[in-house]
Each structure stands twice: as structure tokens, then as C-alpha cells.
């Protein structure tokens, strides 16, 4: 069986309100009250939105490094592997929640709808303007404020406040990957096929498992992927096998070659050569990163 990263559990935090789906705070504040025994690269099992308002730094979603100035706002997903290095004046807005605190509020929605939540390099990362700022200040402040009062329907309105962001978000200009008006047809099935790489990447490796899990052809699959991503079925499975061999060796509590037996890689050598051609690392190179 393969060997999970510890992930942290919305339990673990406190909670003001009458759920434990739903979780707001001022940075500063919550850095204080619960970041200070989190030294490692870590994962949640909840969506996560933070809006920055003073300080600087840097943000590392996932192995990608994004700076941190007033304005900056991140999003991420469950599951994604996230570490920041803050200035001491560092301020701004957090909120997170369940992916059920969001279906029950809109039953007929899904969070995967948003470009923000279903690209596996989603737009983890947006600089507003000084416009913009306002508008999101006021969003979750105003979500802050609702959060810790006693209000009739609060969690009402705080879900169309976060759906609102959501919402303004994905309206920004932000430079994406692909063309987001293309075909809703190929759309579907990109988003089955990540779906299905995030489940089975370990023991399916080849683009004809998933083109017979989707009912096309590896032809149709390629070109689908291609015309969406400009890249190929196995650099999307290729990605995702080394963002997980990534994580594990980051997290340093198992050998290299125990990585590559529970990535299935039952050639140490193979797996090295995988890694080092997809990453220009070896391994131990990248290991000796962190």
C-alpha cells in the first residue's frame, strides 16, 4: 500500500462558529495561533484562500515559488503541498472550507466548475490591482466579520461571499494554459482525464489506460490534450507521477528507493533516470534541496 503525507485536517483548527466546515481569520492571527509548530511543507484537506494586505515573502505551492506583496491572492486545493517564508509585518485574510460546507450552500453548483479548481495547475496565484484590492478587502472582511458574529444565516451569506470570489476571480484576465472557451465536449473529458490520473497514477502509467477508461481512442486523447495544454497524454501522467515523487522525498521520511517502490518502479535505476529527465535533478540532487 502505498504511504500517504501527513495531511492537516480542518479538525485541527478552532473554530468560532457552529461548523467545522468552515474556518475564517485574520493572518497574522492565525499564523500566531497555529503556525508556529509548522516548520515543514504541508498539505490540508480543504480549499484554501488567503488575500495578503501588508508584508512580503514568498509562497511555494506544489515546487512553484510565487512572491508575496500587498494584493497578492492564492487559492489552492485540497491536497496540494504548500510553505511560505513571511516578513515580520505580514497581514491580510484566510479563510478555508470543505468541499460539502460549499455543495450543501449550492446543491446545483460544483467547485469544479471554476477554472481555480479544476486545472491541476490552477490559478493558484493572482496580483490584484489596486482596484481589485479594495473590492476582495471588503469580500473577506466583511466574510471575517460574518464569521465571528452571531447573525441569522450567516454561513448563507458568507458561501455567496466565497462563491463571489470565486466568481470575480475567474472574470480577471489571468494567463492560462489553454483557451478556456474552447469545446465544453473536450473540456469534459480533460477534466475526466485528470480526474482519472489523480486516482490511478501509480498503477496506470500509459495513455492507452486512460483513452480505454474514457471510451476514445489514444489518438482522439492526444489530441484533445494537445489542443487544450499544447502537451501530450503521458507528460500529464509523467507530471503527476514526479509532483508526487516530489512531495514524498520533500517530506524526507522515506528512502529514495522506497519512494520508487511505492510510485511502482520496481527499477531503482529507472525510476532515477525518470525523475532526472523530467526535472533536470536526480533525485538525491533534489532531496538535498530541502
Not at 75 to 103: A, C, R, V
Not at 268 to 276: E, L, N, T
Request: proline share 3%.
Amino acid at each position: 500500500m502505498m504511504k500517504k503525507l501527513p495531511i492537516l485536517n480542518i479538525n485541527d483548527f478552532y473554530f468560532e462558529g457552529e461548523t467545522n466546515e468552515f474556518y475564517a481569520n485574520q493572518f497574522s492571527t492565525h499564523l500566531s495561533e497555529f503556525h508556529t509548530s509548522i516548520t515543514k511543507p504541508h498539505k490540508h484537506d480543504f480549499y484554501l484562500s488567503v488575500l495578503f494586505t501588508k508584508g512580503c515573502g514568498t509562497h511555494d505551492i506544489d515546487f512553484n515559488t510565487y512572491n508575496i506583496n500587498p494584493g497578492s491572492l492564492f487559492f489552492m486545493l485540497p491536497g496540494q503541498t504548500h510553505n511560505w517564508e513571511l516578513s515580520n509585518d505580514i497581514e491580510g485574510f484566510i479563510f478555508f472550507h470543505t468541499k460539502s460546507f460549499y455543495n450543501l450552500l449550492f446543491p446545483n453548483k460544483r467547485l469544479d466548475e471554476y477554472p481555480t479548481f479544476y486545472l491541476r495547475d490552477n490559478l493558484k496565484h493572482i496580483q490584484l490591482e489596486l482596484e481589485e484590492r479594495t473590492v476582495y478587502e471588503n469580500y473577506f472582511s466583511t466574510i471575517l466579520k460574518e464569521y465571528r458574529a452571531s447573525n441569522l444565516s450567516k454561513y448563507r451569506k458568507i458561501g455567496l461571499l466565497l462563491d463571489l470570489i470565486y466568481i470575480d476571480s475567474n472574470r480577471l484576465k489571468i494567463e492560462t494554459p489553454f483557451n478556456l472557451h474552447k469545446t465544453n465536449r473536450q473540456m469534459l473529458y480533460y477534466k475526466n482525464l485528470q480526474q482519472l490520473i489523480d486516482i490511478h497514477y501509480v498503477s496506470l502509467k500509459k495513455p492507452k489506460h486512460y483513452a480505454d477508461k474514457l471510451n476514445i481512442t489514444v489518438k482522439h486523447l492526444n489530441k484533445i490534450v494537445k489542443t487544450l495544454l499544447n502537451k501530450s497524454t503521458s507528460e500529464l501522467i509523467n507530471e503527476r507521477i514526479i509532483l508526487e515523487a516530489k512531495r514524498m522525498i520533500s517530506h524526507g521520511e522515506l528512502t529514495i528507493k522506497e519512494i520508487a517502490f511505492q510510485l511502482e518502479y520496481e527499477d531503482y535505476s529507472y525510476f532515477s533516470r525518470f525523475f532526472k529527465k523530467n526535472t533536470g535533478l536526480t533525485p538525491f540532487e533534489f532531496s538535498n534541496q530541502f
